[in-house]
């Protein structure tokens, strides 16, 4: 009866091709690792979109004010027009009925008056995820 060969090890072409699929599924990985540490291009897009909403209501009213975390707008038909967080999110209502989302989630929604001619928005929608604009006033 003849002998079977046995192998106890790798051959140096086993190693080389093992080698060549790990470079190649770190080289695959990376992208996908960066992606998920850096913020979300639709959070991005979200924000940029809150900040824009929140400028052409500003640029269109009769008066504004700032009450903490909350914009009060006054606009030309004098409906009274608020955006504030509540709770997860960045609402806004008219009159103080109704509930339009703007933004959700948010940790935190915040304004800071910079003087006679600009704020400061700023929204931050998970610890890596924070977004400011300036906003000039009318």
């Known amino acids: 009866m ?6 106890n090890g790798f051959t140096f072409l086993e190693a080389l091709f093992s080698l060549t699929i790990i470079t190649i599924i770190l080289f695959l990985s990376t992208p996908l690792l960066t992606s998920i540490r850096n913020p979300s291009y639709y959070e991005e897009q979200a924000s940029l979109h809150l900040f824009h909403f929140i400028q052409e209501e500003i640029n269109a ?4 004010s700032l009450n903490g975390n909350t914009i009060q707008i006054v606009s030309w038909d004098d409906r009274i027009i608020q955006i504030e967080q509540y709770g997860t999110i960045v ?9 339009e989302t ?6 935190s929604f915040t304004i800071h008056d910079n003087g006679p001619s600009t704020l400061t928005l700023e929204v931050q929608i998970h610890e890596d995820s924070r977004f400011q604009r300036l906003i000039h006033l009318p």
């Open 2 to 7: 003849p002998r079977l060969h046995e192998s």
């Open 91 to 99: 609402r806004r209502t008219v009159n103080g009925t109704g509930h």
């Open 102 to 107: 703007l933004l959700t989630p948010v940790e």
């Open 61 to 64: 009213s009769k008066s504004f």
